[in-house]
């Protein structure tokens, strides 16, 4: 009999073990989704701080560069995509061992990199448009407060609605059209508010040249975004950082030699040196204001690619209007800008159809979280015997 004990309470034991660790399986299932959302909203999280404090930091430094001396455009365009270099340690981290196992759900699918002269027409199309878009905000800088030039940035979230519906089949709803209603309200506020900027001694009619320059450049940004997206999900399909990282480096790359070439083309090479001796705050100060103006810039660019390979080129342009608030408000401590009334009633339209835009956004998330735990009670069952 006591073999037959002995041999029963192995196999009670044996049992319980095996309960045990089905368990344990069952409990690292259930979290493992929880887990890769935590880590997918600590990128989202990382990639907005790059970009709201990269382009609160960038605009400020660039009207610097303006106050203090600094008249060269292509100088000023040229520093908004020379600052690439310092991602290329990160390339030549990531790529190799990311390239070589692409183990993402996406590359499943497909894990053949597109043809070479693909990626070459993408990244020169997309330098090109770079090299436009920086020239333009470089003029828009130039003629305009830069309270006035933040909040006319905040209308690239109404442009890329418009080509994200073309393009990437963004859906309208009544918050989104609300959220365009407003910022179109806000930048027509400022456009008839051109009297109000005289203190700067600006022309009007130099004034009219920078709010035309910045509205293209967001119409431009906004249309480069949309294909940056529709370019991720049809020909590149590679869920990678190293991915993020080569749209932004290479495209960058083509914008620098394109500034450069402006540069020399423009006669304004000439003047750089007298514009350094003479600069408001010394030399030091000229190399540091144009060293940091690039570094921000790029960090901003790396967050904004971020958040169209997380999320959607859309969600990227609503995070870039998270700055809108800040830097008017510094702008005016620094820079001693004008804040009037239109401008403080542009400011809050413009504050209201970033939320707008944000609740639609929550809604939407909440309404696929719904989905999702329909999805799993309705097919629980199946799983548990799966999973035994």
């Known amino acids: 009999m006591e073999p037959a004990q002995e041999l029963q309470q192995d196999t009670q034991a044996d049992d319980r073990e095996q309960n045990s660790n089905k368990g344990t399986f069952v409990t690292n299932l259930m979290k493992l989704p929880r887990l890769k959302h935590y880590k997918w909203w600590l990128r989202i999280a990382s990639y907005t701080s790059f970009v709201v404090a990269g382009q609160t930091v960038a605009t400020l430094l660039g009207r610097l560069y303006y106050d203090q001396g600094g008249n060269s455009k292509w ?56 090299t436009g878009d920086n020239l333009m905000y470089s003029y828009g800088l130039l003629y305009l407060p830069v309270s006035t030039y933040s909040l006319l940035c905040a209308t690239q979230l109404a442009f890329n609605a418009l080509f994200s519906f073309f393009f990437n089949s963004q859906k309208f709803t009544p918050l989104i059209l609300n959220s365009l209603v407003l910022l179109t309200i806000s930048a027509s506020l400022l456009a008839v508010n051109t009297d109000s900027e005289n203190m700067t001694g600006i022309p009007k009619g130099k004034y009219v040249i920078g709010f035309l320059c910045t509205l ?173």
């Open 216 to 388: 293209g450049a967001s119409a431009t940004y906004s249309l480069m975004l949309s294909l940056i997206q529709l370019s991720f999900q049809k020909v590149i399909k590679t869920e990678t950082f190293s991915a993020v990282l080569d749209m932004q480096i290479y495209p960058s790359f083509v914008a620098t030699c394109g500034c450069v070439v402006g540069l020399f083309a423009s006669g304004e090479w000439k003047i750089l040196r007298n514009e350094m001796e003479n600069y408001g705050k010394g030399r030091v100060s000229y190399m540091m204001t144009l060293i940091w103006t690039a570094v921000t810039w790029q960090i901003s660019s790396i967050g904004m690619m971020g958040l169209i390979f997380e999320v959607s080129s859309l969600f990227c342009n609503v995070i870039s209007t998270l700055a809108l608030p800040v830097v008017p408000i510094l702008a005016v401590v620094f820079f001693h800008d004008k804040m009037d009334g239109v401008k403080v009633t542009a400011l809050l339209l413009a504050v209201w159809g970033f939320l707008s835009y944000i609740y639609q956004h929550y809604v939407d998330d909440s309404q696929s979280k719904v989905n999702k735990t329909s999805n799993n009670e309705a097919s629980g069952a199946g799983a548990v015997i799966e999973v035994c």
């Open 75 to 130: 100088m000023a365009t040229l520093v908004q995509s020379a600052g690439f270099p310092i991602l290329l340690p990160l390339l030549f981290f990531f790529s190799p061992s990311l390239r070589s196992t692409a183990s993402t759900p996406l590359n499943t699918s497909s894990t053949k990199l597109p043809p070479l002269s693909t990626l070459t027409f993408l990244y020169f199309a997309f330098g090109l448009m770079l």
